[in-house]
C-alpha cells in the first residue's frame, strides 16, 4: 500500500561556516575514516572501537528510514571547490515530544566552536519537533560540555552510561533544552 501524502523533503541548514545536511550513503566511508579514529569513538557511548562490520552504514541506513526514531545528519564544509563531511548532529526521539542529541566533529577542529554552531544549528532545524532535549556527555570530556552549555542547555545532574569503545560505564553529566 502506498501513501498518497507526500513527505517533505529534510532542510538543508547553511551558517556561515559550514551547512548540515542529513547523511546519505555517500558518507559512509568518510564517517566509517573518522569515527575509526579511537578519541572518537571514546567520546560516544555508541561508537565501537575496533570498528564493527557495517556498523557506519547501519546507523546512516536507519537514520535515512522514515520508520525511525533517528535523525542523523552531516556537518559539512566548502573546501577548494569540493566539500568535506566534518562531523555528526543526530536526535534519537525518546517520547513525550523529548529526543536526546549527540554529536561530534573531526579532532582537527576541536575546541573551535563548530560543535557548538552545529548543535545550535540542528536544534533550529528541529527535524524531530521536539519540545525538550537531553543530552548526555562524559564527564572526563569537559570541552562537550561546554559545546552544550555555550548551545543553551542546562545542567541537570550526573549519571552513568556505557561506552561501548571502552567496556565500561562512565560517569556522565546530563544537560536540557525546553524550546517551549
Known amino acids: 500500500m502506498t501513501s ?5 523533503e529534510k532542510t538543508v541548514l547553511e551558517t556561515k561556516r559550514f551547512k548540515i545536511r ?17 578519541r572518537l569513538a571514546r567520546s560516544s557511548g555508541t561508537i565501537p572501537h575496533p570498528l ?3 556498523f557506519v552504514k547501519d546507523f546512516i541506513e536507519k537514520s535515512m528510514s ?10 559539512e564544509v566548502e573546501e577548494s571547490g569540493s566539500t568535506n563531511l566534518i562531523g555528526v548532529v543526530s536526535l ?14 573531526i579532532p582537527a577542529i576541536w575546541n573551535t566552536g563548530v560543535a557548538t554552531e552545529a548543535v545550535k544549528a540542528f536544534i533550529e532545524v528541529n527535524p524531530q ?8 556527555v562524559f564527564q572526563d570530556n569537559p570541552a ?3 559545546v552544550l552549555t555555550n548551545a543553551g542547555f542546562e545542567y541537570i545532574g550526573e549519571a552513568e552510561s556505557l561506552s561501548v569503545a571502552r ?14
Not at 560505564?169 to 517551549?180: E, F, H, Q, R
Open 4 to 8: 498518497d501524502i507526500a513527505l517533505p
Open 52 to 54: 564493527t562490520p557495517d
Open 144 to 146: 562537550s560540555s561546554r
Open 66 to 75: 522514515d520508520e525511525t526514531s533517528l535523525d542523523a545528519w552531516g556537518i
Open 129 to 136: 519537533n521536539c519540545k525538550t532535549i537531553f543530552g548526555s
Open 167 to 180: 567496556s565500561a560505564m562512565v560517569a556522565t553529566w546530563t544537560y536540557i533544552k525546553k524550546l517551549d
Open 22 to 38: 542529513p547523511l546519505n550513503l555517500k558518507d559512509i566511508i568518510k564517517v566509517e575514516m573518522y569515527v575509526r579514529d579511537i
Open 92 to 105: 534519537n526521539r525518546l517520547d513525550r515530544s523529548q529526543s536526546e542529541i549527540a554529536y561530534w566533529v
